[in-house]
């Protein structure tokens, strides 16, 4: 079964630093874009940063304080997120889209995981 396997988050003061960590588990053929998104309390879902192809993409509210990377060997994916601020608190949740065979593609959502930026 194809899954995904997220880790990290937690509680930090206004400015502090976090890193999240999603893997994906199973057998695929190829993955064709990892992200992150949030969802915070009240609030719809938004696309916080995505990585496919070597590119990268970042909500604007985060762009110079959060980095999105990927290893490829390991079928994982990072948010380093740095500068954190009390409106980034949410729940956020991996996303991915593998490959599963030359014909089949799958969309997955990780468990979410909460960060709690409070002081």
């Known amino acids: 079964q194809v899954q995904l396997e997220e880790s990290g988050g937690g509680s930090v003061q206004p400015g502090g630093s976090l890193r999240l960590s999603c893997a994906v588990s199973?057998?695929?053929?190829?993955?064709?874009?990892m992200g992150w998104y949030r969802q915070g309390s009240g609030k719809e879902r938004e696309l916080v940063a995505i990585t496919s192809g070597g590119s990268t993409d970042y909500l604007d509210s985060v762009k110079d304080r959060f980095t999105i990377s990927r290893d490829n060997a390991k079928n994982t994916v990072y948010l380093q997120m740095n500068s954190l601020k009390p409106e980034d608190t949410a729940v956020y949740y991996c996303?991915?889209?593998?490959?599963?065979?030359?014909?089949?593609?799958?969309?997955?959502w990780g468990q979410g995981t909460l960060v709690t930026v409070s002081s």
């Open positions: 996303n991915a889209r593998v490959r599963i065979s030359i014909y089949r593609t799958l969309e997955l």
């Open positions: 199973g057998n695929i053929f190829s993955i064709n874009a």
